[in-house]
């Protein structure tokens, strides 16, 4: 019984976490952070040929 009831509980939690991250709210976030080690990247090249 108790095993059936954390099951279901688990599927819940795992849904709402999907409905999240697909959520329309947070493609800008999520698009901003997916590029940060890029920017990373052409900052450091960038520094790099200052030093030069």
């Not at 329309?24 to 960038?46: G, Y």
Request: charged share 30%; no cysteine.
């Amino acid at each position: 019984m108790i095993s059936g009831f954390m099951t279901a509980i688990l599927i819940i939690i795992f849904i709402g976490i999907v409905l999240w991250a697909y959520s329309q709210k947070n493609k800008d976030t999520f698009k901003d952070l997916s590029q940060m080690p890029l920017d990373e990247e052409d900052r450091v090249k960038t520094e790099e040929k200052k030093h030069e």
